[in-house]
């Protein structure tokens, strides 16, 4: 059995969905699909989760959400109306699209939660009335009736893996493929609470481990995974095959084929993942698995780059000679609700990346306010951008001078480095760079290590 | 003015305090002096340091102490006589070694930094008696009776800097040279508490700070500080001219011949620093100034590397993504009071350094006990040894490739990293490597950056 997992760009419209439906038409062990919502249909398109929250939020300011309301129902209904479906068969989807403004909910975070999952919720339904009407027996499953639940944290929610017993449940005797909107679950209080942005891959990798899948296909729109950004490189090498850590650390740095966290579940049960394309079904597409499995061998699988960074910099004499003194920050952090990702350090020096996705100006402010007054310190400086790059493989393992194979060519080409951090990870070398210099850089290190001229 | 400190094995004998004399009485502006404990005369020897500190523990054992009482009488003695002393001039040294045994301290903590501080106590009283017998005035100086006063850690104490004040009012128009003990102060309680080991450097930088002095001499047995360990280099370059930052991050991986927390108060103060050599007094030995008087500009000033670390490797898969998780590891480690030294972190991997001379098996076994509950990592390992070699120069400041000047000349000999940690600091590279590749690595470095062939 396999769950099949479309990606919003594979759902964007009628023409997608049929190739979707071929696909999963050709393999009756694509049982589980678990599907996003539309996604664009060209570059300036506007995803339906995006018009979702546009909607969330005229409704918190009460403002007239008459046009946002007829464009989301039109894209469900232009789906519809390319496989001729009748009109009164999206009667049930308008009236829900209607009724989201209405509902009371415990917050506004709830809402936004909502009103976001709707995009796939209602998606999951019509994709199964489209699937039964061209004669391919489908049903749509709600989270909620197979006990998908999550923590409180309304819009990036986590799995409580408790659910795992009442999802392996779902029975699978049935000749009927099962529809299952990705993004998000359920709180135990019954309210709706996505993951973060992407989280589809979260529901297809649960719903894989759960129901112990032989194959998690991850169908979106490239025929692989490739070693660089094509952005950066033109035609750049394909991985045939990665190992999950790699995975996990090439997306954490930019990699968005593959949500990050979706690694998890699949690693905890062993499931293989397939990343496909919905555009070229027959291309083997990457295969990310256990690393008993895999067979090349290559110094460097892939280089990532991300400029989502910022960094806070920090200079006070004796600074490690206190105990307790990066608690205190640690703790400044915690009371403003602050996740911090990497923190070198030097002997009076201390550098905190931030994912700066997550943090508003205000937070930063107030935060930089209550480090000047706490700690004292006799420089410090906030970088509102910065750049990191991975470079990962499993053969950098103990590989002695994998890091001079990316230091050489920078140096050549007279790029210099704010951050090198090697050693944490055993497959990876992490750098931190000045966003302008970060793709100059990825190009250097990938000619030199893929020797390409 | 100067403030000329001279460490242990320049008063290790009355031949050694002879020629310190010969220094002082040379140049009138070595006005004050201060002193430490007497050190080794030969390589067996035992530092009337640890002489006290044994003293110490018999006392607290209830031990015959006779044996260890008379050695350190005697090593006082034996100054004394070199000089021609009349032996009563030594009866109230001699009584308050007995009478130490005899006092109530505070806690065991406070016994040890009484013993030992009694080094310095004793012996700055007894140079002073030398030097006037010796037709050159003298006074001891207590630091109470200036008021020195530093916080509650009784043996790694740190300077009350209220005291500068209190310092500054040292009448400095007599013609007496004072003489003052270093490595410990007063606390409020009026209890004896001691620096660091070594951390007579840190008094003779507080008392050259205080008093404006005009240059900080520090006398030890080196007639230069050497660009790498000698036992590592034959003939290494000399340092002629380095900046406050480039000692102190020396100090920290290894360059013992200065206390690094005793760059401070020189930094603050802004008083230039000449290392010099006792046994040489007429080589111009190595000044540490602040960065606008360096003249020299080199790629490298100094490489040092130091095997007194440990390191604890933790990995738990979404490590990163909760808010607060290092937070609770350094609770932790603040419940076992236990300071750490870097924590460079992959994406779900997590290294800690400490710095092993502060810890004990017991403490590391329940820190890792804790840990290990509270944490519930993946896998938890404690690395018991850990090198760390430090490459340093305010010629790296912004400089392409320092960094391949380093990795290459590794490569090349095949010595592998455990750490690469560049960027949190602008003018050094640190790595992390296995204690028994230190030298070979740094070998490697020295040669390459230094062109040696």
Chains 1, 2 share one sequence.
Request: aromatic residues 8%; negative net charge.
């Amino acid at each position: 059995m396999k769950v099949s997992k479309f990606g919003g760009s594979s759902l964007a419209d009628g023409h997608q969905l049929q190739r979707v439906f071929n696909i999963v038409n050709a393999d009756s062990n694509r049982k589980i699909i678990v599907v996003s919502a539309p996604g664009k249909r060209f570059t300036d398109d506007i995803k339906v989760t995006d018009l979702l929250i546009k909607y969330a939020e005229a409704t918190i300011n009460d403002q007239n959400t008459e046009t946002i309301i007829s464009d989301i129902k039109q894209r469900y209904h232009d789906i519809a109306y390319h496989f001729g479906l009748p009109q009164e068969s999206l009667t049930d989807i308008d009236q829900q699209i209607d009724h989201l403004a209405k509902k009371h909910y415990r917050s506004f975070d709830y809402l936004f939660a909502a009103f976001a999952a709707h995009g796939e919720y209602l998606n999951a339904q019509l994709i199964a009335k489209v699937f039964t009407y061209l004669g391919l027996p489908a049903r749509f499953i709600d989270p909620k009736q197979i006990g998908l639940l999550v923590d409180d944290n309304a819009r990036s929610a986590t799995f409580n893996t408790q659910s795992y017993e009442t999802i392996a449940k779902l029975d699978l005797s049935t000749s009927e493929r099962l529809i299952i909107p990705g993004f998000f679950g359920y709180t135990n209080n019954g309210d709706m609470a996505t993951f973060s942005r992407g989280g589809s891959d979260i529901t297809g990798a649960i719903m894989a481990r759960a129901l112990s899948a032989d194959l998690y296909e991850n169908f979106t729109d490239v025929s692989a995974i490739y070693a660089v950004n094509p952005n950066i490189i033109t035609h750049p090498a394909a991985i045939h095959q990665m190992t999950y850590d790699e995975m996990r650390e090439l997306s954490y740095a930019g990699f968005a084929v593959f949500h990050d966290e979706a690694i998890i579940p699949a690693i905890q049960g062993g499931i293989r993942i397939n990343i496909k394309n919905t555009n070229d079904p027959d291309a083997p597409g990457t295969f990310i698995v256990p690393p008993t499995e895999v067979q090349e061998t290559r110094p460097v699988t892939g280089i990532a780059n991300s400029n989502r960074f910022a960094a806070l910099y920090l200079h006070r004499y004796l600074l490690n000679k206190e105990v307790g003194f990066t608690l205190r920050i640690l703790e400044i952090l915690k009371r403003h609700n602050i996740s911090y990702e990497h923190m070198p350090s030097g002997i009076d020096d201390l550098t905190i990346i931030f994912d700066k996705t997550n943090l508003s100006q205000d937070k930063v402010d107030a935060m930089l306010a209550d480090i000047a007054a706490d700690i004292r310190p006799d420089t410090l400086k906030w970088l509102p951008s910065y750049g990191i790059i991975m470079i990962v493989g499993e053969g950098m393992r103990n590989r002695i001078g994998a890091l001079t194979e990316i230091v050489t060519p920078l140096k050549e080409n007279g790029i210099s480095l704010q951050m090198v951090n090697q050693g944490a990870s055993e497959i990876s070398i992490m750098l931190g760079i000045q966003p302008d210099l970060a793709d100059s850089a990825v190009k250097a290190i990938y000619n030199n290590i893929f020797k390409i001229e």
